[in-house]
Every structure is written in structure tokens, then in C-alpha cells.
Nanobody, 113 residues
Framework: QVQLVESGGGLVQTGGSLRLSCAAS????????MGWYRQAPGKQRELVAS???????NYADSVKGRFTISRDNAKRTVDLQMDSLKPEDTAVYYC???????WGQGIQVTVSS
């Protein structure tokens, strides 16, 4: 049974940092591309960053240079390091197993001005 569990969200001031982590169970993790998405109130869910099984990365323009996605296949985790946070980064962040189209439950990130 596939399960994705996010951790590391919370409240931070503008300019601060947070690190989100997603722990995966079930499935062939090392072969799957993984992504972090976010959804702000009243907005559509959007891709923040993704990483292939080989470590190739892709970022939304709005987070380039501030966020870094990484994965540890041995630990079955995918992390999102978020630096220089802005109020517009406030959203619920979701981990997504791209090949299985499976979502985590989401975790709140709030950036205060």
C-alpha cells in the first residue's frame, strides 16, 4: 500500500526558511519521479518542484533560486528546502508520486509579513 507522509511545515516570517520532508512507503520509490505542489486559498494547485529518479530537477519560475528539491532513495524521502520565503509562498504543500499519481495529505506553510 502506497503512503506519502509530509512533515516540516509551519509558520515562519518573511525571509525565513523551512524544510519539508515526504516519506514514502510502498511501491518502487527509486524508479519514480516525485513532485512538490502547493495550493493557496482560492487558487489552483500548482507544481513547485519535481525530481526524477536520476536526480534531474524542475522548478516553478516563482521559486527558482530559493527552493531546492532533493531525494534520498535509500531512505525513501524527498525534501523541499525553502529559503527566502515570501508571504505569497503561503499554501498547503503536497507531495506527489508522479508515476503513481498518488498524493500526500498536505501540510500547511504560512509565511507572515
Amino acid at each position: 500500500q502506497v503512503q506519502l507522509v509530509e512533515s516540516g511545515g509551519g509558520l515562519v516570517q518573511t525571509g525565513g526558511s523551512l524544510r519539508l520532508s515526504c516519506a514514502a512507503s510502498g511501491g518502487l520509490f527509486r524508479f519514480g519521479a516525485m513532485g512538490w505542489y502547493r495550493q493557496a486559498p482560492g487558487k489552483q494547485r500548482e507544481l513547485v518542484a519535481s525530481i526524477t529518479s536520476g536526480g534531474g530537477t524542475n522548478y516553478a519560475d516563482s521559486v527558482k533560486g530559493r527552493f531546492t528539491i532533493s531525494r534520498d532513495n535509500a531512505k525513501r524521502t524527498v525534501d523541499l528546502q525553502m529559503d527566502s520565503l515570501k508571504p505569497e509562498d503561503t499554501a498547503v504543500y503536497y507531495c506527489h508520486w508522479e508515476s503513481l499519481d498518488y498524493w500526500g495529505q498536505g501540510i500547511q506553510v504560512t509565511v507572515s509579513s
